[in-house]
């Protein structure tokens, strides 16, 4: 009843699948909702606790420093098999069946990885140490992304551009596309001013509205202007009118995530302000929030590893272009309709970088130990509150959003200061 699935596919389905049950078993660890369920409803709960030497509430189980070493589990795990994976071309190899296969086994792995880090010794010297290795590896992940993305507009535009060559319609599909990012980006910063400040007060989200207003503004005019058009052509509104869509987003998200300004009223009563008025009961049902919330976060980064681990990706990282992925020809694909359901898709070799997969997943690891514990907020972080608002969150997504900016402008002004094909679109 399963429909065909290539062996790639499938190895890299199984893999995320172990990142999702781990990032699950961190929501539960951080969720204060679930740690009172399990007190209330679980017969001999404290003795249980006492058993297993996990406090008298098992409160060495749950907050911050639990998903810390659980994320180390996840993070050993994924470097390890970075390493192992190393040079790795054919899929024929040892070390390529040790990759593809042995599930079951990996699965004890993880799960005594993640359950030894509760026995590391010096647990106070671990987790500050940890803590900055997990915001670099952080950092890295979303500085991987962004540059995918910037990577990303400028294969679009190139190869919408050559289309006009063969068909002029190509020029209007260019004009529309763009039309429409440009006006998805103005009117996403126009509503942000509209529903995010006042008239009185909101300073700070009036400047970061105007700083990222301004910013689209300024790569949208490098973009076209005539130093950068005669060293690369291709450039033009298509990639800046994406990243400014892709900056309005980040301000929103972090305009969200900002905590909310309390003032009082006339008549003494607590108000929030600078959040959209229908914001404010938006989290009245905070478990649906949490849930919905918690899905969402899982799904962007699992979606975020897999398109970011392939060939292309790899390839895009160092430089150079990237080969298609390899396909299983005509005859391969008759011989199998009948057969079995899963198709051996590299018998002729790899079709993906292994141990740079594994990397990113690694990286990932520690992005989702940072996110979860709010980053830097970690000592009052809980599951339920990381939707609430944060200012280490905050200045995350504004840096993030920045620092998109910035790739983007390295890759128009760069060729100006030593043109190579390293920096041509």
């Given at each position: ?8 596919r ?13 990032v699950?078993?961190c929501c ?7 740690a ?8 001999f709960?404290?003795?249980m ?7 008298d ?17 996840m993070?050993c ?11 790795i071309?054919?899929s024929?190899s040892?070390?390529a069946?040790?990759?593809n296969?042995?599930w ?11 359950s ?14 940890w803590?900055?290795?997990g915001?670099v590896?952080?950092f ?5 992304q962004l540059f ?5 507009a400028?294969?679009?535009n ?19 596309v763009?039309l ?9 910063l ?11 007060g ?5 400047i ?9 503004l ?15 052509p291709h450039s ?6 994406l990243?400014?869509?892709y ?5 929103f ?8 300004d ?5 008549h ?13 009961d938006?989290y009245r049902?905070?478990?649906l ?14 979606y ?9 990706s790899?390839d ?12 299983v ?9 009948e057969?079995p ?5 590299e ?10 997969f ?11 130990m940072m996110?979860v514990t ?9 599951i339920?509150a990381f939707?609430s608002?944060s200012?280490?969150?905050?200045w995350?997504?504004?840096?993030s959003?920045w620092?998109c900016?910035?790739?983007y ?12 094909p390293?920096?041509s679109v």
């Open positions: 009843c399963c429909p065909k699935i290539r062996q790639s499938s190895t890299r389905c199984m893999y995320a699948l172990y990142f999702i049950l781990v699950i078993l539960i660890m951080m969720s204060k909702t679930v009172n369920e399990m007190k209330e409803h679980i017969p709960f404290e003795d606790c006492k058993g297993i030497k996990a406090g509430t098992c409160e060495k189980l749950v907050g911050y420093s639990a998903v810390y070493r659980v994320c180390f589990g993070a795990f994924f470097f390890i098999f970075c390493l192992l994976t190393l040079k071309d054919n024929k040892c070390r069946y040790i990759h296969g042995f079951f086994f990996k699965l004890l792995l993880l799960g005594a990885l993640c030894g880090a509760f026995f590391i010794p010096d647990q106070e010297t671990f987790l500050h140490a803590r900055y290795v915001a590896g952080g890295l992940f979303i500085g991987i995918l993305l910037v990577e990303f400028h294969k679009w190139k190869n919408w551009t050559a289309g006009t060559a063969s068909n002029k319609l190509w020029y209007a599909s260019l004009a529309l763009t429409i990012m440009y006006s998805v980006a103005t009117g996403g126009v509503l942000l001013a509209v529903f995010y400040t006042q008239t009185d909101c300073v700070e989200n009036k970061f509205l105007g700083v990222n207003g301004g910013l689209c300024l790569i949208s005019v490098v973009a076209i202007s005539p130093w950068v058009q005669e060293r690369q033009g509104l298509l990639q800046s009118g990243i400014s869509c900056v309005a987003y980040l301000t998200s972090a305009l969200s995530s900002k905590p909310v309390v003032v009082l009223d006339e003494g009563k607590n108000v929030t302000i600078c959040v959209p008025s229908f914001g404010q938006l049902d905070e478990s929030v949490t849930g919905l919330g918690t899905g969402l976060l899982i799904g962007c980064i699992i975020s590893c897999l398109t970011s681990t392939t060939r292309s790899s895009a990282l160092q430089g150079r272009y990237a080969a298609p992925e390899l396909e020809n005509t005859e391969e694909q008759q011989q199998i309709k057969g359901r899963v198709i051996y898709d018998k002729r070799g790899t079709v993906y970088n292994y141990s740079y594994h990397f990113v997943f690694f990286l990932a690891s520690l992005y989702v996110t709010s980053w830097f907020n970690y000592e009052s972080a809980h339920e939707f608002g200012w280490s969150i905050f995350v997504k504004m840096a959003c620092i900016v910035l790739l402008l390295g890759t128009l002004v760069a060729p100006l200061c030593r043109p190579t390293h920096f």
